[in-house]
């Protein structure tokens, strides 16, 4: 992939976003143009790194999860803070936190059995083999993920994260809480956001 997110990909998505949130009137998401994006992208990453920086090991790229836009819309944003550029993923959120699944996140939870995502900020850690192939740990930072390892929530491939999806069905499948990515796009995971980066996740809405 590029350096920095593919224009056409960006103006796609914004228009996407638009009509997403006319349909359902719950995501609040903000109008950005591309360049607003990744600013708002990288300011949040500042800031949230700045936040947790004494349990982050590296702080040089940022994974932030914008689960405010729908799941068609790649929502997981690596901003690489020396380089000032952002690159975007599609993601996966948990069946508890979408139970109509219609692609939308409605609530977080960091409760055991939920199957639903967590919001906070998030510490990757060592890869592991699990069910779905080459993962990566993730350790909670905030009281609304702190049993993150717990819940054996991580970041994983999954084929129900890949874009074939969304030509069948319109939206990603649903994890158990994991962040579930395209195995095609997994690798930009393990090189680049594993090894004690910071992984932060919330509602946002920055389409």
């Excluded at 390892?149 to 809480?177: C, F, N, Q």
Aim: proline share 4%.
């Amino acid at each position: 992939m590029n350096n920095t997110i593919d224009r056409r990909r960006i103006l796609g998505g914004v228009m996407a976003a638009a009509g997403a949130v006319a349909l359902a009137p719950r995501v609040f998401a903000q109008a950005f143009s591309p360049d607003q994006q990744h600013c708002k992208i990288l300011e949040i990453a500042q800031r949230e790194v700045a936040r947790v920086r004494a349990r982050v090991w590296r702080a040089d790229l940022v994974g932030v999860a914008d689960f405010g836009l729908p799941s068609s819309l790649p929502r997981l944003h690596f901003a690489n803070l020396e380089s000032g550029t952002v690159r975007s993923f599609l993601v996966a959120h948990g069946k508890g936190s979408d139970p109509e699944h219609d692609g939308f996140l409605k609530t977080f939870s960091n409760d055991m059995g939920s199957n639903a995502t967590s919001k906070g900020a998030f510490i990757t850690n060592e890869w592991y083999t699990g069910k779905y192939g080459t993962s990566i740990r993730l350790v909670g930072s905030d009281p609304t993920n702190s049993r993150a390892l717990e819940r054996a929530i991580v970041l994983h491939p999954a084929w129900y994260a890949a874009p074939d999806m969304l030509t069948k069905w319109g939206k990603l499948g649903r994890s158990d809480g994991c962040f579930a990515m395209n195995p095609d796009d997994f690798n930009e995971a393990l090189w680049h956001l594993s090894g004690g980066r910071l992984l932060y996740a919330d509602r946002l809405g920055i389409s």
